[in-house]
Each structure stands twice: as C-alpha cells, then as structure tokens.
C-alpha cells in the first residue's frame, strides 16, 4: 500500500521559532506538494516539486520555503513561525497525470 | 472568480437518498479531473477519478461536461457511512481543488 509520511500530527511553536515539517513517500513519485488548509478556504497550495532539488512557489508561498535533496523527501520550512500559519499541513505526492496520495497531516498551532 | 467552485452545501439527506454534487472549473485546458473524500479531521482520500466518457463505481457515477466546463458526483442509495466533505480537484500539471461539500446522511 502506497504511503505519505508526515512527521508529527500535532506540534505547537511559539511565534518566531523556525518550524521543520517533515514529508515521505514511499512510492517513487516525482512530484510532492504542500498544501495547507483552513476552515472556508479549502485546500492552497504553498509549494511544489517536479524533481529533486526543484521547487515552484503555489499560491501563497510568503512566510513559507521547502526543501527537496531526496526524491521521497519534500521539508516545508517556516522561516519565522507567526499565528496566521496556525493551520492544518498537507503532504501529497503524485504520478504525472494521477491522483494525489495525502499524508495524515500536521495540525499546527503557532502561539 | 475561483478557478474551481462548489456548493459548500451542507447536504442533509436521508439514507437511500440521490445526491448530486456539481464542480465548476475556470481552465479549459484542465485535463485530469478527480473527485475525493475527507471525512473530519483527516486527509482527503481520492474517491475516483473522473473520465471523458463518465464512469461508475458502485453507487458513485462521475461525469465531465468540458463544453460547460464542470464535473459531477452522483451517489445513489446514500448510505450514513457517506456523511463526509466532497472534494473536486481540477488541472493539468497545476492541480486545483475545490473548497468542499459537505454531505449528512440522516437516519
């Protein structure tokens, strides 16, 4: 069975702190994605990766970089965590052409 | 405009009902089209892919109309283990989803 692994389910950071969100998967797809996830606002897109050691900014990439030095491994990094990315994380990976496997999630507040 | 809209509903229906949910798209260049579920708290799931042709799967039937641009699920004989957020998602490299309809199936 496929699998998309997100490293924690819960975390709390305090404002400020620098915040490692952690991605695998274990099916050899090439392209990854972070999402992230508010009530009313459905899934957005933050970054994605075609490739190793590529990236392409989504839709709202401010306050947000990523990491890709392995092609099971995609790290969403928040550079100065603040409480408007107090939100629900979403990993996914996918084949060109297929449907996106997700991972369980990170439910994050920033206090 | 959103490139991808849905109802946000919420759908109350009772068991054994028909709903249908529709899913307007704003790229006409789109080629993969998919519909998936997220029940409370958890990640989306894919439910099925969506084809040219339309396509079943059990109780669930999808179907493209590219012409008006939209997709949609049907779900005959609603069952309580339904009640979940519908997601679309839409595009061709650049994948969009649609913020969800949330379905209640009511003894």
């Known amino acids: 069975d496929v699998k998309v692994t997100q490293s924690s389910r819960y975390l709390v950071k305090r404002t400020g702190e620098k915040v490692f969100l952690e991605c695998v998967q274990d099916?050899?797809?090439?392209?990854m994605f972070w999402y992230r996830q508010d009530p009313g606002l459905g899934l957005r897109l933050i970054y994605f990766?075609?490739?190793?050691?590529?990236?392409e900014k989504g839709d709202i990439p401010e306050g947000y970089s990523v990491s890709r030095e392995k092609k099971e491994r995609f790290s969403l990094i928040l550079e100065s965590a603040s409480t408007n990315q107090t939100s629900m994380y979403l990993c996914?990976?996918?084949?060109?052409?297929?449907?996106?496997?997700f991972g369980s999630g990170t439910r994050l507040t920033v206090v | 405009r959103k490139e991808v809209e849905q109802d946000p509903g919420p759908f109350n229906v009772p068991e054994g009902a028909t709903v249908a949910f529709n899913c307007t798209y704003s790229?006409?260049?789109?080629?993969?089209f998919f519909w998936y579920r997220q029940d409370c708290r958890k990640e989306p799931k894919l439910l099925m892919s969506?084809?040219?042709s339309g396509n079943e799967d059990g109780r669930f039937t999808a179907q493209l109309n590219r012409a008006s641009q939209y997709i949609s699920l049907l779900i005959r004989d609603s069952k309580l283990s339904d009640s979940a957020t519908y997601l679309c998602?839409?595009?061709?490299?650049?994948?969009?989803f649609g913020a969800g309809t949330r379905l209640t199936v009511k003894p």
């Open positions: 996914a990976s996918r084949l060109q052409g297929g449907g996106y496997t």
């Open positions: 969506v084809y040219s």
């Open positions: 790229n006409s260049a789109s080629q993969s």
């Open positions: 990766s075609y490739d190793v050691k590529m990236k």
């Open positions: 099916m050899d797809h090439e392209n």
């Open positions: 998602v839409v595009g061709h490299n650049d994948m969009r």
